[in-house]
């Protein structure tokens, strides 16, 4: 089983910084300048869209400017997301040559590569659910989102767990911060929960272990 490197930086919240380095890092495991990595990282109060989004029609732009929220687009797809220091991200950049074939559809990674997620919270004693396409959900109310982009066979996997945000930024710096789940949508009070919510005390640190942890045994039956 090849090495998974781990890094953990919550010093560098600029969002601009972070998201280029998703992306420098896909291109330096692509020509296999750096192993298999597993990052964890905060930033200061962005909104961040899909690659394929609009962006006056994803982002209050008016709202964002007024309140010094920084706006930037990923290279993955999906929507919009608001992310601060009450939003903890991460990002898994792994080789997936050594995967069989049917394992490297979206399908297939979002649900499995969420494992990890719903691990640690039902190991908090927590409804944990995985919502199709790309949501962790508790008590069917969304508390974790999930984007991914391929670069050839190298994965960037990455994704937010809602802490404790700034609520009424992340409802006004979107222009529609309605909560997909499943087939319908509904508003972010009834759609979305903060694990700050549900248990006020938990510890990053200790999630954090505990996702690499698992991690590290889930990308272990991958390889062939």
Same mark, same amino acid.
């Given at each position: ?69 920084? $706006?930037?687009?990923r290279v993955s797809s999906g929507g919009a997301v608001y992310c601060d220091n ?23 990674? &979002?649900? &499995? ?29 969304? $508390? ?54 549900? $248990? ?10 505990e996702i690499v942890h698992f991690y ?9």
């Open positions: 089983m090849r090495e998974l490197r781990v890094i953990i930086d919550f010093r560098n919240r600029d969002p601009y910084y972070n998201l280029a380095l998703d992306e420098s890092m896909t291109r330096l495991r692509l020509e296999n300048k750096i192993i298999d990595t597993l990052r964890f990282w905060i930033i200061d109060p962005a909104v961040i869209i899909g690659y394929f989004q609009k962006l006056e029609d994803s982002v209050n732009i008016n709202y964002c400017k007024a309140n010094d929220i920084n $706006i930037l687009r009450g939003v903890l991200l991460f990002s898994l950049i792994i080789d997936t040559r050594e995967w069989p074939r049917q394992t490297r559809y979206p399908r297939f990674s &979002y649900e &499995y590569l969420s494992k990890p997620l719903l691990h640690i919270l039902k190991s908090l004693h927590l409804n944990a659910d995985f919502l199709k396409p790309n949501v962790v959900a508790v008590n069917g109310r969304k $508390i974790s989102g999930l984007a991914q982009f391929y670069l050839y066979d190298v994965l960037l996997f990455h994704g937010t767990i809602l802490i404790n945000p700034h609520f009424t930024h992340l409802v006004n710096s979107l222009r529609d911060p309605s909560v997909p789940l499943g087939s319908k949508k509904v508003s972010p009070e009834e759609g979305l929960i903060t694990l700050g919510s549900l $248990i006020p005390n938990a510890e990053t640190d200790e999630i954090v272990d590290r045994r889930l990308l272990s039956f991958l390889r062939f």
